[in-house]
């Protein structure tokens, strides 16, 4: 059995947290590397902070491991994260930056969700602008206007089980 | 890939004429886990208990780790453990009756990894089975059947009774399993699919007695979307089919598919339909099997 220390999971990652959504569609190791890119795009993760080993992320998420495996094979060669030989996984130096690329795309696809929701709904436009906008300003009333680079947090799911 | 697990042209009848299995092909390799899903009746149980040599088919053979259990000796079927979807503990015995029984049954027992579940599930090793609760019951069953460190799983229905938490307890220690020594090959059937979507690799659909669909889990992920096409006039134009539908149906001016999308491009044809308005989303195994099982589109969960 494997023992997982939450003290020392904790130190490598502060604040680390993954969530999986089971009823999603989404495949889990898809999942795992959207959250990850959403951590080091929002600054949660920086280049050089280690990443929980294969076995620690399988068993406290109940995850195959392989799943796990597929997942920081696909970080490791998109480059957000790199491998030292015996050391462990750690988050890349040039993630930064190519994260920030993952964020607008991340961005983008709840847009699209949203522009296919409103369609449906025969929602016009400049109504579902105003609602982006609402709720924006109720997440942060002092939200500057003036190009900002947006900083979200990853809610993927909320699932559990 | 070295195959662990095979049945070829599996078929059994029962006494009263109930087909349980049709000309039933399976093959499981090393280190995967299958997820049997099906509804009850499909012929889940009589799957596992062929392979386990506990009933015998009319037709066709089964092997696990190369052999014939009904035939295999006491040292090759240790290799295998089954949790049966009934079993029952002797429920006059204790937890460490059974532990002293079955250890000196077993050549590969693990008593730290057991002493390790009793202690994280909270199990009684003083009390008879019988003073525990159904779920504790389920739990303790699980525990002996780990503590032999099978190479082999085969588990049926094992979450079946269990509250969320022990549903969890139970799926971390089907991980522990994966990651313990030499790994595990794993068999399960389970009507928790989401649980699937986490621990299963591969999964396969039965229903009356056949796999109807089978498949590796994020390749069903990558490439099954239901396509909704809604059109302006009152109805599709005649003949109109979305690509790579294994199911269909059309209510007015809205075809729904659940399609197999191997290659974006599949779709540039239908995307460039005048008057026509083409949402694509992902799909839950639920919908899968739901949608494959009931032979219409099934959108959304139970």
Same mark, same amino acid.
């Given at each position: 059995?494997?023992?997982?220390?939450?003290?020392?999971?904790r130190?490598?990652?502060?604040?680390l947290?993954?969530?999986?959504d089971?009823?999603s569609?989404?495949?889990v190791?898809r999942?795992?590397?959207d959250? $990850?890119k959403?951590?080091?795009?929002g600054g949660?993760l920086r280049?050089?902070?280690?990443?929980?080993?294969i076995r620690?992320?399988?068993a406290?998420?109940?995850v195959?491991p392989?799943?796990?495996?597929?997942?920081y094979?696909?970080?490791?060669?998109?480059g957000?994260?790199?491998?030292?030989h015996?050391? @462990?996984? $750690?988050?890349?130096?040039?993630a930064?930056h190519l994260?920030?690329?993952?964020q607008?795309?991340?961005?983008?696809?709840?847009?699209?969700?949203?522009?296919?929701?409103a369609?449906?709904?025969?929602?016009p436009?400049?109504?579902v602008? !105003?609602?982006?906008?609402?709720e924006l300003?109720?997440?942060?009333?002092?939200r500057?206007?003036? @190009?900002?680079?947006?900083? $979200?947090?990853?809610v993927?799911? @909320?699932n559990? !089980? | 890939m070295?195959t662990?697990?095979?049945?070829r042209?599996?078929?059994?009848?029962f006494? *009263?004429g109930? =087909?349980?299995?049709?000309?039933?092909?399976?093959?499981i390799a090393k280190g995967?886990?299958?997820?049997l #899903?099906g509804r009850?009746?499909?012929?889940?149980?009589?799957?596992?208990r062929i392979l386990?040599g506990?009933?015998r088919?009319d037709h066709g053979?089964?092997y696990?780790?190369?052999f *014939?259990?009904?035939?295999?000796?006491? %040292?090759?079927?240790?290799?295998?453990?089954y949790l049966?979807?009934?079993?029952q503990?002797p429920d006059?015995?204790t937890?460490n009756d059974?532990?002293?029984?079955?250890?000196?049954?077993?050549e590969?027992? &693990?008593?730290?990894?057991?002493v390790?579940?009793? %202690?994280r599930? +909270?199990l009684?090793r003083?009390?008879?089975i019988s003073?525990?609760s /159904?779920?504790?019951?389920?739990?303790a069953?699980?525990?002996l059947?780990?503590?032999?460190?099978?190479?082999?799983?085969?588990?049926? +229905?094992p979450?079946a009774g269990l &509250?969320p938490?022990?549903r969890r307890e139970?799926?971390?220690?089907?991980i522990?399993?994966?990651?313990?020594g030499?790994?595990?090959?794993?068999?399960?059937s389970?009507?928790?699919l989401?649980?699937?979507?986490?621990?299963?690799? %591969? /999964?396969? =659909?039965m229903?009356?007695?056949?796999?109807?669909?089978?498949g590796?889990? &994020?390749?069903?992920q990558?490439?099954?979307?239901?396509v909704q096409?809604?059109?302006?006039e009152?109805?599709?134009?005649n003949?109109f089919?979305?690509?790579?539908?294994?199911?269909?149906q059309?209510?007015?001016?809205?075809?729904?598919?659940?399609?197999r999308?191997? &290659?974006?491009?599949?779709?540039?044809? #239908?995307?460039?339909l005048?008057?026509?308005?083409v *949402?694509?989303?992902?799909?839950s195994l639920e919908?899968?099997?739901l949608?494959?099982?009931?032979?219409?589109v099934?959108?959304?969960?139970?």
């Amino acid at each position: 059995m494997v023992k997982i220390d939450n003290a020392k999971l904790r130190n490598v990652t502060p604040k680390l947290h993954l969530q999986i959504d089971n009823r999603s569609g989404v495949p889990v190791y898809r999942q795992m590397m959207d959250q $990850f890119k959403y951590y080091v795009a929002g600054g949660t993760l920086r280049p050089g902070d280690q990443i929980p080993s294969i076995r620690e992320l399988a068993a406290t998420l109940a995850v195959n491991p392989t799943t796990v495996v597929k997942a920081y094979t696909e970080l490791e060669r998109e480059g957000v994260i790199e491998k030292r030989h015996g050391k @462990g996984a $750690f988050i890349a130096q040039a993630a930064t930056h190519l994260t920030k690329a993952e964020q607008e795309g991340a961005l983008r696809r709840s847009a699209k969700q949203l522009a296919v929701e409103a369609s449906q709904l025969h929602v016009p436009s400049p109504k579902v602008i !105003n609602v982006v906008r609402e709720e924006l300003n109720a997440l942060d009333p002092e939200r500057s206007t003036d @190009g900002d680079p947006i900083m $979200f947090t990853a809610v993927v799911g @909320g699932n559990l !089980n | 890939m070295e195959t662990v697990i095979s049945a070829r042209s599996l078929s059994k009848a029962f006494r *009263n004429g109930t =087909i349980a299995l049709s000309n039933l092909n399976l093959r499981i390799a090393k280190g995967q886990v299958y997820g049997l #899903i099906g509804r009850n009746g499909a012929g889940k149980t009589t799957v596992l208990r062929i392979l386990m040599g506990l009933l015998r088919p009319d037709h066709g053979q089964s092997y696990v780790l190369g052999f *014939n259990l009904s035939e295999a000796s006491r %040292h090759q079927r240790q290799r295998v453990a089954y949790l049966s979807q009934s079993q029952q503990l002797p429920d006059w015995m204790t937890m460490n009756d059974l532990v002293r029984y079955l250890a000196y049954f077993y050549e590969s027992w &693990d008593s730290d990894l057991l002493v390790q579940m009793v %202690h994280r599930w +909270e199990l009684s090793r003083v009390d008879s089975i019988s003073k525990m609760s /159904v779920g504790k019951q389920r739990l303790a069953a699980i525990a002996l059947a780990l503590a032999t460190r099978p190479e082999v799983l085969l588990l049926d +229905e094992p979450a079946a009774g269990l &509250d969320p938490i022990a549903r969890r307890e139970l799926n971390q220690a089907i991980i522990d399993a994966l990651l313990n020594g030499d790994g595990c090959t794993i068999l399960l059937s389970t009507h928790f699919l989401g649980d699937l979507e986490r621990l299963a690799t %591969h /999964v396969g =659909i039965m229903d009356h007695g056949r796999i109807i669909a089978e498949g590796a889990v &994020d390749d069903w992920q990558r490439t099954m979307r239901k396509v909704q096409v809604v059109f302006t006039e009152d109805r599709p134009p005649n003949g109109f089919e979305i690509p790579g539908a294994l199911r269909s149906q059309t209510f007015g001016p809205v075809v729904t598919a659940l399609a197999r999308i191997t &290659d974006d491009s599949q779709m540039i044809g #239908i995307r460039s339909l005048v008057g026509a308005r083409v *949402n694509i989303f992902p799909l839950s195994l639920e919908e899968m099997f739901l949608s494959l099982t009931l032979d219409e589109v099934v959108f959304g969960s139970v």
